[in-house]
């Protein structure tokens, strides 16, 4: 586990659901990322991965990046770490605990159209490939 003082530093989460604050974002419901439920939410540190999460989010509507607070503990998101990139770069993290929605950025801007279509066109690879979201 993670451990994080939420004090020391924003965390956010990216999306497409218009949320207040006050609202919960828990698992169980549909990824950002896979038509299918899942088992943690995911936050960051960083703004960058936040905006990843917002851009590449499934759904309608425009995204959105929301900061946040963990309601338990938190981990190191293995799909960005150890797993399969070396340390943490992203400070992504997951739980199977709720996520509590403290306010909202509304100031950030997205990647570039390239930047954007480079990556959709990774991930699609990778779901060609059979790669999946590490839920274990």
């Known amino acids: 586990m993670a451990i994080i003082d939420p004090g020391s530093q924003p965390l956010y ?6 949320l207040k604050p006050g609202d919960l974002i ?5 990824s950002n990322y896979a038509e299918r439920k899942a088992a943690y939410v995911y936050l960051t540190a960083t ?3 936040a905006t990843w ?9 425009p995204g959105r990046i929301y900061i946040v607070e963990p309601t338990g503990p938190i981990e190191d998101d293995p799909n960005l770490t150890d ?18 929605v403290t306010g909202e950025v509304t100031d950030w801007m997205g990647h570039s159209p390239t930047e ?4 959709k066109d990774h991930l699609e690879r990778l779901k ?8 274990d």
Do not use: C, Q, W
């Open 116 to 119: 954007l279509k480079a990556m």
């Open 13 to 18: 989460h990216g999306t497409k659901a218009d």
């Open 47 to 49: 703004l960058d991965a």
């Open 83 to 100: 797993k399969r990139f070396p340390g943490n770069p992203t400070k992504s993290y997951r739980t199977r605990d709720p996520l509590r």
């Open 53 to 61: 999460g917002a851009e590449l989010a499934l759904g309608e509507g």
């Open 128 to 135: 060609r490939l059979g790669v999946e979201a590490i839920e």
């Open 26 to 30: 828990e698992p169980g419901y549909i």
